[in-house]
């Protein structure tokens, strides 16, 4: 079984690039949250992903968006980035609906610093 | 409605000694309330969690208390150990394990 795998590991960009993370969830999940994890701070929603629709969002602004694909996998994708999108992106997979054993696995995040 | 509070910020315990952190909610829909540790350039693991239909859950040294009415809960890690050392968030949901709330995070220093 493996675990949920991010890429890259670590990103920069500039003011106003367009930036895509990705996500491998872990095996026989079929569910994909992203989070952002702000230094210092816990991590705040973004969106989730259930059969390659969203499903739920967080309160971010449209210039963040998602996909996710067929084998689950998903991307993340900022355009426009701002100073303040600096932080750690975590996805994090899940099976759902699995009832009592519901739980949420992590990624190890991507650190995306904006210039 | 949707926040989590966490308290203390920061924590200092002797090893072999007791450390609690606190969370407090104000959704009465929140259904599912996990802890996570995290680590240095790590992503946050599953340490416990605990549904509304219990008051307690003990797994090893660790020990989530839920007091529904005060919309309350509490991890305590017993004979706390350096290795223990890392930031802790409590966390909610209102549909299962989805869509966490998460707290501001505590981060746990154990002395040897």
């Known amino acids: 079984e493996t675990g949920v795998t991010q890429s890259p590991t670590h990103l920069i960009k500039t003011r106003g690039q367009q930036v895509t993370l990705r996500c491998s969830s872990q095996?026989?999940?079929?569910?994909v949250s992203w989070y952002q994890q702000a230094l210092g701070q816990g991590p705040q929603f973004i969106f989730q992903?259930?059969?390659?629709?969203?499903?739920g969002r967080g309160n971010f602004p449209p210039r963040f968006s998602g996909l996710q694909f067929p084998n689950y996998s998903s991307e993340l994708n900022v355009n426009a980035l701002e100073l303040d999108d600096s932080a750690l992106y975590l996805c994090?997979?899940?099976?759902?609906?699995?009832?009592?054993?519901?739980?949420?696995?992590f990624g190890p995040g991507t650190r995306l610093t904006v210039l | 409605q949707q926040q989590v509070k966490q308290s203390p910020q920061s924590l200092i315990v002797q090893k072999g000694g007791i450390s609690i952190i606190n969370c407090a909610y104000e959704?009465?829909?929140?259904?599912?309330f996990p802890w996570y540790q995290q680590f240095p350039g790590k992503g946050p693991a599953l340490l416990i969690a605990?549904?509304?239909?219990?008051s307690e859950k003990k797994e090893g040294r660790f020990t989530i208390s839920f007091n529904k009415s005060a919309k309350q809960f509490s991890l305590h890690i017993m004979d706390s150990q350096p290795g223990d050392s890392a930031t802790y968030f409590c966390?909610?949901?209102?549909?299962?394990?989805?869509?966490?709330?998460f707290g501001q995070g505590t981060r746990l220093t154990i002395n040897p």
């Open positions: 966390a909610a949901s209102a549909q299962g394990a989805q869509k966490l709330v």
């Open positions: 095996s026989g999940h079929n569910t």
């Open positions: 959704n009465t829909a929140f259904d599912y």
């Open positions: 992903y259930y059969r390659e629709e969203e499903n």
């Open positions: 994090a997979s899940s099976l759902w609906p699995s009832g009592r054993t519901d739980t949420q696995y």
């Open positions: 605990i549904r509304p239909d219990v």
